[in-house]
């Protein structure tokens, strides 16, 4: 997606203790020691390999995808009669990750958007309609939306997909928390890998079967996926599964499967890596020349791998595989 216009936001906390007494998951000793330093948040639940995150738009009840591939957020607009939300024209086109399709872009404000003891307020989003002929939201019920890179960003947002908990801290960024983050997770097994934001997209460094390469880190991804043009330079061989891939405003793309010895995300190894491989955009991939990406490190390693993200940092955990 190309720039778009962006308003600040303001953060409400609520009471660290209710936070607390509240959750329906005990906090891990990361999450305690994140909470200690003055964040808040809110639990999610992951349905099959997408992260949906419950919340109240101007007081009507609904959720949104965690997306870190997403540079802003996003109201569908089959969701803003529910929000009681309006919209302004753009002469936007709609951009995803296959593409860029012929819908122009809204823009909507949500006056309150309430999450676990944490309210945003007047939140500036993109809108814009789901991805037709079904598509990842239709098919495990529909989502309202995309939390996405910018909210996670401004308020240096730890994503602890490990223990389902999003947090965030009123003032952004805290100083010295990253150092805390880092020695409580690496004495538990986890690898630190550093992020990068390129074009506005999260960005690490990979090695795909031996072939360097940067990857955009995209919780919104149902499965990793690696650009077939990439894949062929890669010499990763693969099948036709038959099925599609469905994007915001573009037509479906054929998916390949492709299996290969090694794939790193950083220092961290996947071993006999399983990815998905298709067209992806030109543009996403750096139809510019600069920072090219080769595909998408998506939720299902995301997932297994207990990904704990630290915007304070710009820093991604991953650990051994749990048998």
């Known amino acids: 997606m190309g720039q778009l216009i962006v308003v600040p936001a303001s953060l409400v906390l ?17 999450d305690a020691f994140v909470v200690s330093r003055g964040y808040g948040g809110a639990q999610f639940i992951q349905f099959q390999n997408t992260y949906r995150l419950p919340m109240t738009a101007n007081g009507k009840a609904g959720d949104l995808t965690i997306d870190t591939g ?28 296959f593409g860029k399709g012929t ?11 309430a999450m676990g003891n944490c ?35 401004k308020y240096g947002a730890v994503l602890d997909i490990s223990n389902h908990l999003l947090l965030v801290h009123p003032g952004g960024k805290v100083s010295g928390l990253s150092e805390g983050i880092r020695n409580i997770l690496t004495k538990q097994g986890y690898t630190p890998v550093d992020l990068t934001i390129v074009g506005g997209h999260l960005h690490v460094s990979a090695v795909a079967n031996g072939r360097p390469c940067r990857l955009v880190v995209d919780t919104g991804a149902f499965f990793t996926t690696l650009d077939e043009e990439f894949a062929r330079q890669a010499h990763l061989g693969g099948y036709n599964t038959g099925e599609y891939f469905y994007g915001f405003g573009t037509k479906a793309r054929p998916i390949r499967k492709s299996e ?10 996947i071993k006999n890596a399983s ?16 920072s090219p990406a080769a595909g998408l490190l998506g939720a299902d390693y995301l997932g297994i791998h207990g990904a704990i993200f630290d915007f304070n940092a710009g820093r991604l955990y991953l650990r051994p595989k749990k048998h």
Not at 14 to 30: E, G, I, K, M
Not at 79 to 88: A, D, I, P, V, Y
Not at 128 to 146: I, T
Request: hydrophobic share 45%; charged share 20%.
């Open 70 to 97: 997403s540079p802003v957020s996003i109201i569908l607009r089959e969701s803003l009669k529910k929000f009681g939300l309006g919209q302004e024209a753009t002469e936007e086109s709609v951009h995803g990750a």
């Open 103 to 113: 819908e122009r872009v809204g823009l909507t404000t949500i006056q309150t958007l």
């Open 119 to 153: 309210t945003l307020m007047n939140v500036r989003a993109a809108v814009m309609s789901e991805p037709r002929s079904g598509g990842l939201y239709r098919m495990y019920g529909s989502s309202d939306g995309l939390l996405g890179l910018r909210e996670m960003l």
């Open 275 to 290: 990815v998905t491989v298709t067209q992806l955009d030109f543009d996403l991939r750096g139809g510019d020349g600069k």
């Open 260 to 269: 290969f010895p090694e794939l790193k995300i950083g220092d961290f190894a």
């Open 14 to 30: 609520a009471s660290l203790f209710a936070f607390a007494a509240d959750a329906a998951v005990p906090l891990t000793p990361l």
